[in-house]
């Protein structure tokens, strides 16, 4: 089992009134100037506006091998893509001060204890709370860790929108409440960016009497602003490691 987390910092000298779009996705390939391979996340973009001029994200992924690999690559891959191009997003770090890192980590593991949801479950946000992702049932031991982390990405289509999402612990696939495993969170998307996204890694520590027939769910809706807020349905995933 592998997992990998990413961070890197980006410089937008796009001027007043422009946007630009930065894409990114983690794979795993065999060589380190490939940019196709093994997606360990799905690709996904977010847009950099002139008035905020940095950017940051910090995805993080994994995959579970039945067999053995040798002399692979995880790289990060990243590129810029939006209706600004006569200046490129810079890459923060080209020197002593670095701005971003990255980590892998190999460790045991079995097939029964990584677990994906790499389509979204709706197409749109809207006021009422819906379940994005769900992974479940899982049987889960007594003082078991378990690992839970997710990427989504959202077009706000229109004007300026308040997203909501939570993340809890339920017996159904379809629940909206249940044990909260990370309290609700609040973003402000807006039709500039084009694309906006969410990236969100916390865990869940069971007490001492195993759980059976658990689902983890990514609950999100929309609280004020726009009514279009569509989901990107093949860009975000939701991954859920038994430790």
């Not at 990255?102 to 790499?118: K, L």
């Not at 990427?151 to 696939?173: E, H, L, W």
């Not at 990236?199 to 990514?218: C, E, F, H, I, R």
Request: net charge negative; charged share 15%; glycine share 6%.
């Amino acid at each position: 089992m592998v997992d990998v987390r990413h961070h890197i910092q980006c410089t937008s000298e796009v001027p007043n009134g422009h946007h630009q779009r930065l894409g990114h996705n983690l794979i795993q390939t065999t060589a380190a100037h490939l940019t196709s391979g093994l997606d360990l996340s799905k690709k996904s973009q977010h847009g950099v506006t002139w008035g905020e001029h940095h950017s940051t994200i910090s995805p993080v992924a994994g995959t579970f091998y039945s067999s053995a690999v040798n002399n692979a690559f995880f790289n990060s891959v990243l590129y810029a893509y939006g209706s600004w191009s006569s200046e490129p997003l810079f890459i923060d770090g080209q020197s002593d001060t670095l701005y971003g890192d990255m980590f892998v980590e190999v460790r045991p593991g079995s097939a029964s204890n990584f677990y994906q949801d790499d389509v979204a479950n709706i197409s749109s946000l809207n006021s009422t709370q819906q379940v994005l992702y769900s992974i479940g049932p899982l049987d889960i031991d007594a003082n078991q860790v378990v690992e839970i982390r997710y990427n989504a990405a959202f077009d706000p289509a229109a004007g300026q929108t308040t997203v909501i999402s939570k993340i809890v612990r339920a017996t159904s696939p379809t629940a909206t409440t249940g044990t909260t495993v990370q309290s609700a969170l609040a973003r402000r998307f807006h039709s500039n960016y084009v694309f906006s996204r969410i990236v969100q890694s916390t865990a869940d520590k069971n007490g001492s009497t195993p759980l059976t027939g658990q689902y983890y769910n990514v609950v999100a809706y929309r609280t004020a602003g726009a009514s279009t807020c569509p989901v990107m349905t093949t860009w975000g995933e939701l991954e859920v490691i038994k430790r």
